[in-house]
Every structure is written in structure tokens, then in C-alpha cells.
């Protein structure tokens, strides 16, 4: 047997290593924006690192066996979106008033603020849930919870639920949340279960048409009944990327449980037909499919109209040509050149400052991150484990492509969040949970099957409901 | 489940592997390109970030920056208002900019290469220093009066343009197009705003922002006669020779007949060449111009500058400039080949498709002050280093052309004397100065006023020129070319007492 090691030590070096990267981007964008280093430079690095050594203490009690890489490298794109985001508010802020710019002030300060929430959050997840095959209990729950969640905005009054023409928010006051990006992880832990549960059904009981083999629709129809819910909905709210990203996420979890690469050839072409279908109603009916339309029209030519449908994207571009290889260096580009550069287009931002060089480390930080993840689902050892890392990890990879796609011209723009990057509570939380559940289930994948490790070997509780081992539903035919 | 997870793997690898072409893509191949976008409001950002140097005339600032608390630091001004709005042109954030703003863009703004040593040095001391400072050639005095009178002139006239010039060394004393336009509200921060007004600007029928003094041509009438006048005393016509006159002339082959401006000017058969040009006696030289014949004419036109495309008024030393209209003699053949007789004819009296620039006009005064030499037009001065003490570029007056001997000037420089002492340019005499002179009045259309025009100079008590003018008012109507004359003369004594 391989000697399974914690590897806490390289976490906490790696997360020490992060936060001095921070520091430094800091103490270069004072540079470059105030002319000198002011003496509090390092003081949201340090807060930041106080936050995620508490995870890493909880990590080293709670889970002493999770990939070491995960904390760290979030930790740097969270610590590098939150220097980010002060550096554009002191760009926003009036050159007498730039030195002295609170801490916690203005969007990096809330970001500051949310991130600790965040991880205390994810902290609690990694108390709570002591083995992921918990969350399986309450599968259902979640599902319906999701759709839910989803559906709130769309069926709130407009001064509850929207913010800048996109009805995806739950306001009350001055706070305000945006349930979509919760509703992910739910809906993600109802279709792990649920595909895991009929699994050998959806694989051996079909239909064949056309060589391809057709689960039967009692089978499959309470996920499929979730999910057009979902997108129904998210298409009406206009959220096309979130639809996308639920529809990618969707098909994805279906081809890894099934292990059937037609899925994927049905989703493709389900995907593609679609995207036709919705361009060409858009163009002849309008309606809702009008919105889709209109993206198309701005992402094949956005110079077609620089300075009204297409500004947003072409200012992307040119923010990023301007970046070039090495970029201005942090401080010295203009953000506030670029339209919601805190949140959709906050990588473009960056870009101009880092320059392709420091984007392609950032896009490598990801990709880490999301392949961490596939390994723990790889060497998890129960089904719903690795579907549900599996799925979590893809999905955050297929939301980077999404964003970044749509800001590079690569693919249409739709509005998502920059994972740990862009300005806003509810993303940072919602993925701060989806790396819990990713920490949590690596914990599991690399702990050693005997031998003690820790309080978290055993959970109280009782032993959680045995999927792998669970016998399925009998076929009849 | 492994298979289809390390295959979910793969295609994580490629969805990244396609942002990270793209990113390349934009970044590095596409860079330059979005970087140097007209979009691209980060360059205009940089370029405010610099204090942009000033434009004076005579000492005085006439286009200078301000320090702001606003995204764009400096805030570009003109206290001239609409005065010197041609020549300066305007420093816009996102539209184009025009005149010495963009023809010394680098210079003011600080990126031009001659200042390289200075942005070294800023670098070390860590100072701040702005763009360097083009000082203009421009008579503060010439211009303010060039604009007044202009705006003011009796004749009810609401479009024209005055130019003076010092015929010694070819540097323009005033340059006024009217109307004009204040540049202030166009570099305004506001793109918004600064569009709106541009697009007044641009609908305005009278269109102020055309720079009628250099880019706009239209029949020179009578003042025309001085080229024809050339012409003739080098092909063996003295002052004293008798020239046909008439008080009506049909040229053969047409039935239109050729008049003078008044039944009192030259009736008699015969006229000196002296007096047709004191009295523009239009008989006289429309029988005088087909006896020379159009290739005579043409290329004494030609030899003044009429059909250069290419000239510029900048820098002495420069080519670039601010463009110059060719001034034009047109077509006077018949269509079935040789000569047509009545466009010669009236041709030969600034007609038909005779067209001239104010530009032109002046330097044709000029020329004949100046012993026949024509000397290139300019108006930059000087350039002077941020810290106002090393001088980048001092003009260098330069020839442009000879278009006539110096005997021919001298009878030419005497006819045009008394024009102004006995003729129809009376009104720009000057107290104490020599002035010559020669009025136009040119036919707009059939039913539109005439064109009043006056081309003159004026010479100091040893005969030294001093300057040099050229007053157009379009659709002026009777009189018009009178009051030429009389803003002619003000202008040109604005600019010798100036000069003193």
C-alpha cells in the first residue's frame, strides 16, 4: 500500500507563497498609482492570509488528507481579484483622496469582507459534512431546492429581483443575493444522485434508434424534467450563460455516469441545433430569443457598432490588445476605461495590467484547480463521490470558458462571473462551497482505506447510505 | 467511471487550450492593432496625463491647458475664442484634431523624437514637465483686426476671409476665415457635448470650420489682372503702351459682351495699360488677354502658383502644413481644339473658371512687393522646449518661386501704387506708407451678389514691403470690393505697428 501523506506543510508554504505574490501585486499597483507605496500596502494580503490559514487549520483537522494544491491556488485568484478590485477603486476614487482609501472601503473592501465570510462558510461546510456521501440524503431536498432557487427571480417583482435589465437577484434593502449561483451546487448534487442511483437502468435498459441507444423516459424523466425547468427558466430570465453552463454541466454528469459517448453527441447537437434554432427565431420572431439574437449580432461583428451595442465588447478587446505580452503592469492600465470591469469583464481588466503572460498563469491556476478536482473524482471510490466532483470540477472549468470566451470574442458573450475573481458575494460564496465539497471529497479520495486520521475518520452519525454498493432498481422490460 | 472522467479531463485541456490561442490571438498578433484602435480611449487618457504645451502669438498664449480633477487630467482652452480658430484648429478627445494642434501634435503633446533628451531627464528628476510650445508667426495686432473688421465690414458680407503676409520672408502676419467657430465648447471633456457641437458646426450652412483663407477657391475678378498685367509687360507691353479698350467688347465667336463696372471707366478706344489697371478697365484687358493668348496667361499664372496642388503652410523648414487649395486658370479651349475667344476673354478679366485662394491673392501682392520674388508662406515661428529655453526649430525664410523679373515687379509694384493713390483701391491707403493695390469684383452666379476682393501691399518710407494682404468678401455685393480694400489697409497697418 502507497504511504498516504497529509502534505499539509506544502499547503501551508503554497498559501504563504500566494499571499507574498498578493502582497506584491498590492505594494506594484501603490506604485504605479500613487507614485510611492503607502506603509498599509500589505494589509489586505495579510488579512486575506489570516482567513485562509484559519481554512488551512480547519482543512488540517477537519480534512488532513485534501489536495494541497486547492487552497493555495484559490486563495491566489482571490487574493489577486480583491487587489484587483482596490487598485479600481482607487482609479475610481479622486487623486487627493487615492492615499488614503480605507481598507475595507469601496468594492475591493466588500470583496475583502465577503471573502471572509466565504471561507468561514466553507469552513462550516467542511464541519458539517464529514463525509460527502452525506449530502446524498438529502439529494431531493437540494434538487427542489434548486429549482427553486433558480425560479425566485423570475417570479419576484422586477424592483426585488433585477439589476441592470437582468432579473437574477434577491433584493431586500440593501442586501442582495443572487440565488443562481447556489442553485448550481444543488442542482449538481441532485443529478449525481439521481444518475447514480439509476445508473445501470439509464445504461442497459434502451432503446436503440438510429445506433443510438435511448434510455427509457420513466427513467430519466425526473432529471430531465429539473433541468428544461432550469433552463426554461433561464432562458426567459435572459441568463443565457448560466443556461448553458446548467445545460453543459447537465450532459457532462449524464456521460459520466452512463459512460456513453453518444451523450455527448446528443448534447453536442442539442447544443448546436439549439443555438441555430434560438439565432434564427431570433432574428424572425424576437421574443425571448431576441436577446440571443442580439448577442450573436455583436460577437460575429462588434465593430459593426463600437460605441453602442458592441462598446462593451470591442472596449474588452482593446483593453486586453493594449495589455499585449507583458501587460502595463498592475496600476498602470485603465480599468475604468471598461464597462463592469469589477465584475463580467474583470479578467480583460487584469489583462491589461499582467499583459498575456500573466493571464495564461492565471488561466493555468484554473486549469489546476479544475484537474485537482477530475483527480479526486478519479480517485474517489464510491460513485456519487466522483460524479459529483467530477461534475463540480467541469463545471467550474466549463465557467471560466464561458466568461473568458465570451470577453475574448472566442465565443458569444454571456453574462457569468470570473470565478474567485469578480466583485460580488454570492459567486465568491458559491464557489468557495463548491471547493469545500471539492476538499471534502479529495479528502476521501486520499485518505488511506485502514489505519486512523485523524477525528474525521469516523463520523458520527452512523455510516452514510452505501450508493456504490446499493442494489439498483430490476429491469423489467 | 474513470474512462469518461479522464476524457472530461481532455476536454477541460482543450476548452483551455482554445482561450489560451485566443488570448494569443488578441494579445500578441491583434495587439498593436487594438492598441492603436480609434476606440481606444486609453491612449487619449495618456496623452492627457502630460501637460500639453501652449500655442502663443506674439507672447501671449492662444491655446493652452489647464489642470483638472477629472479623468483626463489637463483641460485644453483658447482664450482667442473664435479668433484664431483656423490657424490653431482644436484639440479634441475623440474626434480628429485640426490645424497647428495637429500639425505639432508630438511637439505640444511631448512625444516628438526632438524632445527625447527632456523625457530622459524626467525621468531622473522625476518631474512632470509638459510638451513643448509652438510660438506662431502671427501678428496679435494683424489677426484681432483682420477679425474685427472682417466681422464687422459694411457691407453686410457673412462669409470671407482676410490674409496678411511679410513679403520678405513669406510668414503669415493674419490668417481669418468668417465665420468662425469657438474651439473651447469641441475639446470640451464631455465627448458627448463636444460631439453635439461639432455636429452644429458641421450643419451650419455658412460652414464655419472650412478655412476659406487657405482651402477655398472662388473667381479673383479684377485683382486677376495683375498676372495678366505680367503677362503683358514681358511680351513687349510697357505702362504707357495703348491697349483697345471700349466701354463694351464682344468677343469674337460670342455673343456675350464684355462690359466695365461703370459707363465712366475707359469708354475711350484706347487706354494705357497703366491706366486700365488704375480704372480695371475690363475691355481693355479681356482684348489685351487674346492678344497675349492663353498659354501666356496660363503660364504666368502658373508661374505666381496657380495649379500647385501640394503647398502647405507650416513650418518654413517642414513640408507638412496646413493644405492649401490650388488656385486654378481653368479650361479656355473651344471644343472642336484651339483657343476659345470668349473664355480668353474672360478669363483675362478673373472669370469663367478663374479661381484663386485668398492664399494665392496674397501672394501675388506679395510677390510684386518683394522684387518679384514669391517667398514660401508659414506660420510657425519657432518651437521652444518644455522648459521654454532651448529653441527646437526656428524658421528658416526659404523662396518658393520667381514668377517675375525684378523690372517687371517694379512696374507692376508702380501701377498697383496708384490703384491706391488714384483708382479704385483708395480706401487702404495707410499714412506715412507707400500701399499698392488692385480691387476685384467677380460674378457669383446669375442671381447672387458679386465677390468684393482686394490684393495689396505696403511698402515703408526706403520702399522696404512690410506686408502683404488678401481681403475676400463673398457675395459682398456693390461696394464690396471698396471695403476689401479698406480692411486691407487696416490690417496691413495693424501689422506694421505691430511690427515697429
Redesign the interface.
Known amino acids: 500500500m502507497r504511504l498516504a501523506r497529509s502534505r499539509r506543510n506544502a499547503e501551508l508554504s503554497l498559501l504563504l507563497l500566494a499571499m507574498v505574490l498578493v502582497a506584491a501585486y498590492a505594494a506594484t499597483v501603490e506604485a504605479n498609482v500613487l507614485d510611492t507605496v503607502t506603509p498599509d500596502f500589505w494589509i489586505p494580503a495579510a488579512a486575506l492570509g489570516l482567513v485562509f490559514l484559519g481554512l488551512h487549520l480547519v482543512i488540517r483537522w477537519l480534512a488532513p488528507f485534501a489536495d494541497p494544491a486547492l487552497l493555495p491556488a484559490v486563495a491566489l485568484l482571490n487574493g489577486i481579484g480583491v487587489g484587483f478590485l482596490r487598485r479600481y477603486d482607487l482609479a475610481n476614487a479622486a487623486p487627493e483622496q487615492r492615499e488614503s482609501l480605507a481598507i475595507f472601503a469601496g468594492t475591493g473592501g466588500r470583496q475583502l469582507a465577503w471573502t471572509l465570510g466565504a471561507v468561514i462558510l466553507a469552513a462550516a461546510l467542511l464541519a458539517i459534512m464529514r463525509d460527502h456521501r452525506s449530502l446524498s440524503r438529502y439529494a431531493y431536498t437540494l434538487g427542489l431546492a434548486g429549482i427553486v432557487l433558480v425560479m425566485i427571480p423570475a417570479v419576484l417583482p422586477g424592483r426585488f429581483s433585477e439589476v441592470n435589465g437582468a432579473k437574477l437577484w434577491i433584493r431586500l434593502g440593501g442586501f442582495q443575493i443572487q440565488p443562481g449561483e447556489f442553485a448550481k451546487l444543488a442542482l449538481l448534487t441532485f443529478f449525481a444522485y439521481y444518475l447514480v442511483r439509476k445508473r445501470e437502468v439509464l445504461s442497459l435498459a434502451s432503446r436503440r434508434v438510429l445506433g443510438i441507444d435511448f434510455p427509457r423516459g420513466r427513467d430519466l424523466g425526473p432529471v430531465l424534467v429539473v433541468w428544461l425547468i432550469s433552463i426554461l427558466v433561464l432562458v426567459f430570465e435572459k441568463d443565457l450563460g448560466t443556461s448553458l453552463l446548467y445545460f453543459g454541466m447537465f450532459v457532462v454528469t449524464l456521460y459520466i455516469a452512463t459512460e456513453r459517448v453518444s451523450w455527448l453527441l446528443i448534447g453536442l447537437i442539442l447544443f448546436f441545433g439549439g443555438a441555430y434554432l434560438a439565432y434564427v427565431l431570433g432574428s424572425t420572431v424576437g421574443g425571448p430569443f431576441a436577446n440571443f439574437y442580439d448577442r450573436a449580432q455583436i460577437w460575429l461583428d462588434p465593430f459593426a457598432e463600437p460605441y453602442d451595442r458592441g462598446y462593451q465588447l470591442v472596449q474588452g478587446l482593446l483593453t486586453l490588445g493594449t495589455g499585449g505580452l507583458f501587460g502595463a503592469g498592475p496600476g498602470g492600465g485603465q480599468p475604468t476605461l471598461l464597462p463592469e470591469v469589477q465584475t463580467d469583464f474583470i479578467f480583460a481588466g487584469i489583462g491589461e495590467e499582467i499583459g498575456l503572460f500573466g493571464l495564461s498563469a492565471l488561466l493555468v491556476v484554473y486549469l489546476l484547480i479544475v484537474e485537482r478536482g477530475l483527480r479526486a473524482a478519479l480517485a474517489v471510490r464510491d460513485s456519487f463521490g466522483k460524479l459529483l466532483a467530477g461534475g463540480l470540477a467541469f463545471t467550474l472549468g466549463l465557467q471560466v470558458f464561458v466568461i473568458v470566451g465570451g470577453i475574448s470574442k472566442l465565443i458569444p458573450l454571456t453574462g457569468q462571473t470570473t470565478p474567485f475573481l469578480s466583485a460580488g458575494g454570492s459567486s465568491l460564496m458559491a464557489n468557495w462551497l463548491l471547493i469545500a465539497v471539492l476538499l471534502r471529497v479529495s479528502d476521501g479520495a486520499r485518505r488511506p482505506v485502514t489505519g486512523g486520521g485523524g477525528p474525521a475518520a469516523r463520523p458520527s452519525g452512523g455510516p452514510p447510505e452505501q450508493l456504490h454498493g446499493a442494489p439498483t432498481e430490476v429491469i423489467r422490460p | ?6 476524457r ?2 481532455v ?3 482543450i ?2 487550450g ?3 490561442a ?3 490571438w ?3 498578433y ?6 492603436n ?1 480609434d ?4 491612449v487619449q ?1 495618456a496623452e492627457y496625463e502630460r501637460k500639453r504645451g501652449n500655442i502663443e502669438v506674439g507672447g501671449t498664449a492662444v491655446a493652452l491647458s489647464k489642470e483638472t ?1 477629472g ?1 483626463l487630467k489637463f483641460q485644453r482652452s483658447y482664450p482667442g475664442g473664435a479668433m484664431y480658430a483656423h490657424v490653431l484648429g482644436y484639440k479634441p478627445v475623440n474626434l480628429a484634431d485640426t490645424g497647428i494642434e495637429r500639425l505639432e501634435n508630438d511637439f505640444l503633446a511631448g512625444t516628438s523624437d526632438q524632445l527625447i533628451a527632456n523625457r530622459i531627464k524626467d525621468m531622473f528628476t522625476g518631474d512632470q514637465t509638459g510638451g513643448g510650445n509652438v510660438l506662431l508667426t502671427l501678428s496679435k495686432r494683424a489677426q484681432e483686426t483682420a477679425y474685427k473688421q472682417l466681422n464687422d465690414n459694411q457691407v453686410g458680407a457673412k462669409r470671407g476671409a482676410a490674409i496678411a503676409i511679410d513679403p520678405r520672408t513669406g510668414a503669415l502676419q493674419a490668417l481669418v476665415s468668417m465665420p468662425s467657430f469657438d474651439p473651447n465648447p469641441l475639446a470640451s471633456h464631455d465627448t458627448g457635448a463636444a460631439s453635439k457641437a461639432h455636429n452644429a458646426l458641421e450643419q451650419d450652412k455658412d460652414r464655419p470650420l472650412a478655412n476659406r483663407a487657405l482651402a477655398e477657391t472662388l473667381p479673383p475678378g479684377s485683382t486677376f489682372k495683375i498676372v495678366v498685367a505680367a503677362a503683358a509687360l514681358e511680351n513687349g507691353v510697357t505702362q504707357q503702351t495703348e491697349i483697345p479698350a471700349g466701354p463694351s467688347f464682344t468677343p469674337p465667336t460670342s455673343g456675350t459682351p464684355i462690359r466695365n463696372a461703370a459707363p465712366s471707366i475707359c469708354p475711350e478706344p484706347q487706354v494705357t495699360l497703366r491706366e486700365a489697371v488704375t480704372e480695371s478697365c475690363n475691355t481693355g484687358f479681356a482684348q489685351l488677354g487674346l492678344r497675349l493668348g492663353a498659354d501666356k496667361i496660363k503660364e504666368k499664372a502658373r508661374a505666381f502658383g496657380f495649379e500647385q496642388d501640394d503647398l502647405t503652410v507650416g513650418e518654413t523648414g517642414e513640408d507638412g502644413g496646413l493644405p492649401v487649395a490650388a488656385s486654378r486658370t481653368g479650361e479656355m479651349a473651344a471644343p472642336g481644339g484651339g483657343t476659345d475667344p470668349a473664355a480668353l476673354a474672360q478669363s483675362s478679366i478673373g472669370q469663367r473658371d478663374v479661381r484663386m485662394t485668398p492664399l494665392q491673392g496674397a501672394l501675388i501682392a506679395a510677390t510684386v512687393a518683394n522684387g518679384g520674388s514669391q517667398m514660401r508662406p508659414y506660420l510657425v515661428k519657432q518651437l521652444l522646449g518644455p522648459d521654454r529655453t532651448t529653441v527646437y526649430d526656428a524658421a528658416k525664410p526659404r523662396e518658393l518661386r520667381q514668377p517675375v523679373s525684378g523690372p517687371v515687379a517694379a512696374d507692376l509694384r508702380d501701377m498697383m501704387v496708384n490703384v491706391v493713390k488714384e483708382g479704385t483701391g483708395r480706401k487702404a491707403a495707410i499714412e506715412g506708407y507707400t500701399v499698392g493695390g488692385k480691387t476685384g469684383t467677380a460674378q457669383s452666379g446669375p442671381n447672387t451678389p458679386d465677390h468684393g476682393w482686394f490684393i495689396g501691399f505696403a511698402l515703408d518710407k526706403n520702399g522696404t514691403p512690410v506686408s502683404a494682404v488678401c481681403v475676400e468678401l463673398e457675395q459682398a455685393g456693390s461696394g464690396g470690393s471698396a471695403e476689401a480694400a479698406r480692411i486691407g489697409g487696416r490690417i496691413m497697418a495693424a501689422a506694421i505697428m505691430e511690427g515697429r
Not at chain 2, 1 to 6: E, F, H, I, K, Q
Not at chain 2, 39 to 42: D, P
Open positions: 467511471m474513470n474512462a469518461p472522467l479522464r472530461v479531463g476536454v477541460v485541456m476548452l483551455f482554445l482561450l489560451f485566443n488570448l494569443n488578441i494579445q500578441a491583434k495587439a498593436d492593432e487594438y492598441r484602435s476606440y481606444n480611449g486609453r487618457v480633477s479623468k
